[in-house]
């Protein structure tokens, strides 16, 4: 089974551009999230997606937005781009959201390379 | 914002030595899992462990969860070169996210080196 695939690897962005990021997850999982590493603030969760609906969101402005696709394929969005937004985007996704047993593998979450965004 | 501390923040250790990590959480939880992340790449799961158990093992990894203390430890025996990563805890907590447990609230990691 292919992993969680992340696109573009990389991308370099200047001040006030936006920019897409794209996320395939695994193959049969329906719930992808979004989260957002960099040295300052560490890892810190963006939002979740579970068939299509937006199911959580993290403490972030409104100039970050995502959607999910049919085929669960999730896309997020940074518009206004501002140097504070360089970091490493991370994907994850799962088969749906998770339940109270230890060993349910909905609790897992699998994680794509990311993509390092470089705002200049 | 970020669930708490892990500790310490970096470690150095020598193959075949054991290394132990610990992470401190600042809220109830429903469960607590650890990641390994190699090089600014993507994570990796490594083992769960739910707020009613008190330690899990997965070969050579050894958890530990005391939600008295809001505190778990990661000890990996016989460290290998291929051990050198930075590994996080992160917490579900459904009372802020009821069934999303998708949500992971990450600590702020321990960088691990093992040298030959």
């Known amino acids: 089974k292919a992993g969680v695939t992340q696109t573009p690897r990389y991308l370099i962005k200047t001040r006030g551009q936006q920019v897409t990021l794209s996320c395939s997850p695994i193959?049969?999982?329906?719930?992808v999230s979004w989260y957002q590493q960099t040295p300052g603030q560490g890892l810190q969760f963006l939002f979740e997606?579970?068939?299509?609906?937006?199911?959580n969101k993290g403490n972030f402005p409104g100039r970050f937005s995502g959607r999910q696709f049919s085929n669960s394929r999730s896309e997020m969005n940074v518009s206004t781009l501002e140097l504070g937004d360089s970091a490493l985007y991370l994907c994850a996704s799962s088969s749906g959201p998770g339940t109270s047993g230890s060993s349910d593998p909905k609790n897992i979450q699998y994680f794509g390379a990311g993509t390092r965004l470089s705002v200049l | 914002s970020q669930q708490g501390e892990e500790d310490p923040q970096a470690l150095s250790i020598q193959e075949g030595e054991n290394a132990t990590m610990n992470c401190s959480y600042k809220t109830s939880i429903n469960n607590l899992q650890w990641y390994r992340q190699n090089s600014g790449r993507g994570l990796v799961h490594l083992i769960l462990i739910r707020s009613n158990e008190r330690e899990k093992h997965s070969g050579r990894l050894r958890v530990t969860l005391d939600t008295s203390k809001k505190s778990s430890s990661l000890l990996i025996t016989a460290s290998r070169a291929a051990d050198t990563a930075s590994y996080f805890c992160a917490t579900v907590n459904w009372v802020s996210s009821p069934g999303t447990a998708s949500k992971l609230t990450f600590g702020t990691g321990t960088r691990l080196q093992v040298t030959l």
């Open positions: 997606y579970f068939s299509e609906t937006q199911r």
């Open positions: 193959s049969g999982h329906r719930s």
